[in-house]
Nanobody, 116 residues
Framework: QVQLVESGGGLVQAGGSLRVSCAAS????????MNWYRQAPGKQRELVAG???????SYANSVKGRFTVSRDNAKNTVYLQMNSLKPEDTAVYYC??????????WGQGTQVTVSS
């Protein structure tokens, strides 16, 4: 099992930057993949970015070139650096830990609001 705590959300103007963090209660190297999802009002939750235990990163097309996922193994923390933010990036951002094909854990979410 793993507990996840997100932080760093907030309000930012379009074009600005924000970094959200996800602290895990266990070594993230023991977790198959750490992912960031987001859910905007009235929309389905979507995968934004992810990083595997081997350090392989992936991104949704909508955020490529603007968002960067990274990790600090010593702190068991994963980050999502968001640059050139757009109003359509407004959502609750959730951290997800995929231990294996069956076990998934979620954080409580952090609100990111981008004003135009």
């Amino acid at each position: 099992q793993v507990q996840l705590v997100e932080s760093g959300g907030g309000l930012v103007q379009a074009g600005g930057s924000l970094r959200v963090s996800c602290a895990a209660s266990r070594s993230i190297l023991s977790i198959n993949a750490m992912n960031w999802y987001r859910q905007a009002p009235g929309k389905q939750r979507e995968l934004v970015a992810g990083i595997t235990s081997r350090g392989i990163m992936s991104y949704a097309n909508s955020v490529k070139g603007r968002f960067t996922v990274s990790r600090d193994n010593a702190k068991n923390t994963v980050y999502l650096q968001m640059n050139s933010l757009k109003p359509e990036d407004t959502a609750v951002y959730y951290c997800n830990a995929q231990l294996d094909a069956i076990r998934n854990y979620w954080g409580q979410g952090t609100q990111v609001t981008v004003s135009s």
